[in-house]
């Protein structure tokens, strides 16, 4: 799923999120699923294969040790979430850092 949630308002958003929640729990089906969203990668995934800037290649793969069935004011409550969240948004500024000081470069 390539970021089906991105031109939703945030309540739709996050209502399609424990929608989909809820049928990953039942179902018991693998999927990828692109976001831009920290917050959403947490809250979704597995594992969060973080891609670099271009060109794009995995620079690395975080597990996302909260346990499932997850809601989002749980997983948002969990001890590890900011924690995790924290890392995953330093390793895209580090990134992003990398790209620009690349980009000025002569």
């Known amino acids: 799923m390539d970021e089906p949630f991105g031109a939703l308002d945030a309540q739709t958003r996050e209502m ?8 990953l ?3 018991k089906k693998t999927m990828i699923f692109v976001t ?3 917050d959403e990668a947490i809250l979704l995934g597995d594992r969060i294969v973080v891609m670099s800037c271009r060109p794009g290649k ?3 793969i ?10 989002i004011l749980s997983v948002r409550a969990h001890p590890c ?9 330093e390793m895209l ?3 992003l850092g990398n790209a620009q000081a690349q980009k000025a470069a002569p």
């Open 62 to 71: 975080v597990p996302v040790d909260i346990p499932r069935p997850r809601k």
């Open 93 to 95: 500024m580090q990134d």
């Open 16 to 23: 399609m999120q424990e929608e989909l929640l809820r049928i």
């Open 36 to 38: 831009h969203s920290i």
């Open 58 to 60: 995995i620079r690395k």
């Open 81 to 89: 979430y900011i924690e995790l969240r924290n890392s995953l948004w």
């Open 25 to 27: 729990d039942t179902e």
